[in-house]
């Protein structure tokens, strides 16, 4: 369905896919997007340490595999953004990949939550399409492994460089910052303001 809609999108268009429950924006994500690669965030674990993350890629491409690249950091599924060109391709790889494994993408037969599992996958095949956003110095902050940030006495979220992230991703695995959202956030001319 996403490929579609994707499909569907103008050719200049820019394009985030992300997870909608637990993502707000602070300011535009696509402000100094590099078309010509897609911007991936950082988790701040590495696969090994992550019960998850280790699953998906050991039944997805093996244990060789998996021991190749269980050292190396997870790359987070939930926000991934890049020009309508570059998302079409990362998601012809996703597709490709999930389509080999007998999911059938109409009917939803088959299908596993394997999205994570085969989006590292891409990252580690194909490091030169790809800019990867750290949670330190990058515009999108994925907290799900981190509590390294900063909550201004304006509400806003910032990295250690007062730098405000344009997008934050799993703010819920925090109560009181999950508190703080739902308080500080209005509905404005149907878009979501902090």
Known sequence: MVFKIVEQLAENDNVLLTDVRDVFFQSDPFVNLN????LVAREDQYLRNCPYNSDWILSLY?????NKIRDNFIYCSGTILGSKKE???TLEFMVSDLISRGVNLDTGDNIKILDQGIFNYYVYENPNRCIINDNQNG??????YSDKFVCKTNGRI???NNI???????YDR???LTE??????????KRWFI
Do not use: C, P
């Not at 078309?35 to 897609?38: A, C, K, P």
């Not at 515009?139 to 799900?144: L, N, P, S």
């Open 139 to 144: 515009t999108i902050y994925t907290m799900g």
């Open 35 to 38: 078309r010509d690669l897609i």
């Open 174 to 176: 925090f109560k009181w």
């Open 164 to 170: 405000d992230y344009a997008t934050v991703h799993q």
């Open 62 to 66: 093996g244990e060789e595999y998996y």
């Open 87 to 89: 998302i079409q391709k």
């Open 180 to 189: 703080h959202v739902y308080k500080n956030f209005k509905e404005t001319n």
């Open 158 to 160: 910032s990295n250690f």
